[in-house]
């Protein structure tokens, strides 16, 4: 299946909000409401932001917040900070246990 | 949440094989769904396949079939990938994940082990 299609990078301002749109078809994002986003910072591991489209795990800001609207997964992050700075992947449930990532957004706070 | 540990980083050959280990601290683990996923700086991360608990469920990644081979031992916690015909595409650094719901994307990721091919 084809990677999932994030812009390559975000920017705003502190205490601004941003959105990141994760776009794929019916059969991953638009079929399931398994999509999970990741946070990474350089040189650190992915660490998950976002589980099944909108769920915030424990100890995650209630800044980060995601939705779906057909084929697109979204990610906003409200009240902008500086260590929001950071490489942001969406991924999705494809079917027959499979997963598909998207190619991940640079987000930068100006 | 699950603690993994993988294996070192290592440097092979092309055409050779490696094979990475990804050990857990306790048997939760063994509740869990691995998915071994590898990253490329500059590109987003690739999906290499899943292992179930018990170890007896396998599915691959198209790209992969035919080359990857993923193993569990339950009764020391550890989950194996091993990658064989190595081509210099094949450098990057692999992660270990873990999630304990079917069908969810991965909860956490091991540290990952950089494999560089390189002759």
């Known amino acids: 299946q084809s990677a999932l299609t994030q812009p390559a990078s975000v920017s705003g301002s502190p205490g601004q909000s941003i959105t990141i749109s994760c776009t794929g078809s019916?059969?991953?994002?638009?079929?399931?409401?398994?999509v999970s986003w990741y946070q990474q910072h350089p040189g650190e591991v992915p660490k998950v932001i976002i589980q099944?489209?909108?769920k915030r795990p424990s100890g995650v800001s209630e800044r980060f917040s995601g939705s779906k609207s057909g084929y697109t997964a979204s990610l906003t992050i409200s009240g902008l900070q500086a260590e929001d700075e950071a490489d942001y992947y969406c991924?999705?449930?494809?079917?027959?246990?499979?997963?598909?990532f998207g190619g991940g957004t640079k987000v930068t706070v100006l | 949440q699950v603690q993994v540990e993988q294996s070192g980083a290592e440097v092979k050959k092309p055409g050779a094989s490696v094979k990475v280990s990804c050990k857990a601290a306790?048997?939760?683990?063994?509740?869990?769904?691995v998915h071994w996923v590898r990253h490329t700086p500059g590109q987003g991360p690739e999906w290499m396949g899943i292992?179930?608990?018990?170890?007896?469920?396998?599915t691959y990644a198209p790209t992969f079939e035919g080359r990857v081979t993923m193993t569990r031992d339950t009764s020391t916690t550890t989950v194996y990938m091993e990658l064989s015909s190595l081509m210099y595409e094949d450098t990057a650094v692999y992660y270990c994940?873990?999630?304990?719901?079917?069908?969810?994307?991965?909860?956490?990721w091991g540290q990952g082990t950089l494999v560089t091919v390189s002759s």
């Open positions: 292992i179930d608990p018990g170890g007896v469920s396998i």
């Open positions: 994940t873990t999630v304990g719901v079917w069908g969810r994307p991965p909860d956490y």
């Open positions: 019916y059969n991953e994002i638009g079929k399931y409401n398994l």
């Open positions: 991924c999705s449930y494809a079917g027959s246990s499979s997963l598909v």
């Open positions: 099944e489209v909108s």
């Open positions: 306790g048997h939760t683990f063994n509740n869990h769904y």
